[in-house]
């Protein structure tokens, strides 16, 4: 099952001393107990397989396992290792992972296909451990499914209670941590700052996470027409990433209205779907955007993808495509679900021709170790169960040779590809959001001088009155005040003092990005007369050495 190849024979030694541990820490329930659980589990699981295997343990205890493993590997700082054990096992009985009893795995093979069942069997009040609240809503239809285009080749959808977790974060993941420890101090400050951010946005930070607590999908179209192009990659296909996320309220979507609104989109209309375009192509060549209807908010790198997802409601879906054909059983209630197609393998199989013979050999060598020369496409669906935690897997590959957790590779490569386009919006987006800010400050202080109060600014610069939300910058998310961005504690830098005139001029700067935050070099500045120009530099004194070379 492991082999001799890649990390084959430190991953079984470390696995048997996990298991070793694991047994020699559990105490097994009586044995009509037993035989009760693992009929529970055999339920649950296809039988007379390639691989099959059930177990019942009184409670899953991890520690003593990995205590195991240490002692195996000769961890040289071992005290310092229990100490990191002692919180992780107060942190797994306040989350509830003792709550686990037995568990079972099974493979079978149809035709050129793998099915495999994964069971985790909880003990009896399971629910009411904080981890099974934290998977969300019980095991229901996933709307979404239905509604990603025939083109997806990439697909992942969810449910999970965001305000459990952010309980959970707040209230108990403190209280574990050592009071002396860095880590708590740096997530009491993580903590302070989400929630003032959140306000800022307009809303405290649970009703955020209530928002969240929906069906959340993020897929991948694949449009073999057109080709991409993106810094240190191959030539690729015309992909697309798309998040879709079903409406809680109205909270999210009138959020992002108004961030939109900043970089003037085009607005139109979709079948049932308002959609707002920004007016910029990314540098993939697509144009990313926001829609929504009554029900489902979208963000896409690719408008025409909204286009699709209409389509797909109309019939021309992924669960009714061909190459969806072998999972169809499987499309049913759940919790959470994944999808690969081979189409995506395909492709990036040809490209990696145009690499070096090196990086060639590499990916060759993986796809074997992982693949084992087969095609890779799957469909896995984890749904909640009275008695525990089901997942179903249908692959092309076998599963324990393929070791399941390697497709969070595969998964990776992707996102590595394609994320970096992205990240360019998302950073075009943030100086937008940056220019805002600045816009806001600049008309805070022409409002102060058009009341007539004076020509000067005051000695006391808190009678300005600005907004402290406009000191928060969006690359950092830093919060700040005005006192702080006065003496150089803020993402924010400002030019102006007491007792300077104020002329309106719009060769006067007022404020500007802290030099450095952009990686370009560029630096948003905000003038007299609210404009506000891009001017470049690595300190204060370039930037305005720039501002006055160029007005």
């Known amino acids: 099952m492991f082999g001799n190849g890649l990390f084959g024979g430190s991953r079984l030694k470390l696995m048997s001393a996990f298991t070793t541990g694991l047994i ?8 009509d107990k037993q035989t009760k659980i693992a009929e529970e589990i055999k339920q649950e699981i296809r039988p007379n397989g390639l691989t099959y295997a059930v177990s019942v343990n009184e409670s899953f205890d991890a520690t003593a396992g990995m205590v ?14 229990m100490e990191g054990l002692d919180i992780w096992q107060k942190l797994s009985a306040k989350l509830g992972i003792d709550e686990i009893d037995g568990s079972g795995f099974s493979i079978v093979k149809e035709g050129d296909r793998y099915l495999a069942d994964a069971f985790m069997h909880l003990k009896e009040e399971h629910e009411k451990s904080l981890i099974w609240q934290m998977l969300g809503e019980k095991s229901s239809k996933l709307e979404a499914l239905e509604m990603l285009p025939e083109e997806t080749v990439l697909a992942g959808t969810f449910r999970l209670d965001l305000k459990q977790i952010w309980h959970f974060v707040k209230n108990d993941l403190k209280a574990i941590m050592p009071e002396e420890d860095n880590s708590r101090q740096q997530l009491e400050a993580f903590i302070q700052q989400a929630e003032q951010r959140a306000l800022a946005l307009g809303a405290p930070i649970e009703d955020f996470a209530a928002a969240l607590s929906t069906e959340v999908t993020l897929f991948v179209t694949m449009d073999k027409a057109k080709e991409m192009y993106l810094p240190g ?3 690729l296909p015309g992909l697309s990433v798309s998040l879709m996320l079903k409406k809680q309220s109205d909270l999210l979507q009138n959020l ?20 707002l375009a920004m007016p910029d192509p990314l540098p993939t060549g697509t144009q990313a955007g926001f829609a929504h209807n009554k029900d489902w908010l979208v963000l896409t790198s690719d408008i025409s993808d909204v286009q699709k997802i209409s389509a797909a409601k109309s019939g021309k879906s992924l669960l009714k495509s061909k190459k969806f054909a072998a999972y169809k059983s499987m499309a049913k209630e759940g919790n959470n679900a994944f999808f690969m197609s081979g189409d995506i393998y395909d492709e990036l199989k040809m490209n990696l021709q145009a690499m070096p013979d090196e990086m060639k050999t590499a990916a060759a060598s993986f796809d074997y170790m992982i693949f084992q020369g087969n095609r890779p496409e799957f469909f896995y669906l984890g749904s909640k ?7 179903e897997f249908n692959s092309t590959f076998n599963l324990p040779q393929g070791q399941m957790l390697s497709s969070v590779a595969v998964i990776g490569v992707l996102a590595a590809m394609i994320l970096p386009a992205l990240g360019k919006a998302r950073m075009k987006a943030r100086m937008a959001h940056s220019k805002s800010n600045l816009k806001s400050l600049g008309q805070y202080v022409a409002m102060y001088f058009t009341e007539g109060l004076n020509d000067k600014f005051p000695e006391d610069l808190s009678k300005l009155e600005i907004d402290t939300v406009i000191f928060t910058h969006p690359k950092s998310n830093r919060a700040a005040t ?11 830098v400002i030019l102006f003092k007491s007792g300077d005139t104020f002329r309106g001029a719009k060769n006067i700067p007022l404020a500007m990005d802290r030099p450095g935050i952009w990686d370009d070099g560029s630096v948003n500045v905000v003038f007299q007369d609210g404009s506000v120009r891009v001017h470049y530099g690595n300190t204060v004194e370039e930037v305005m050495n720039d501002i006055r070379l160029n007005n």
């Open 68 to 81: 195991k493993v240490f002692e195996e590997y000769g961890i040289a700082d071992l005290k310092k290792a």
């Open 233 to 235: 990659a191959p030539k």
């Open 385 to 391: 169960k009275p008695n525990g935690f089901k997942a």
């Open 256 to 275: 992002i209205l108004g961030f939109s609104q900043v970089m003037q989109p085009q607005q139109s209309k979709i079948a049932d779907f308002d959609v």
């Open 24 to 31: 020699a820490s559990t105490s097994l329930y009586s044995a």
């Open 482 to 492: 005005l006192e702080q961005a006065i003496i150089g504690q803020a993402d924010y």
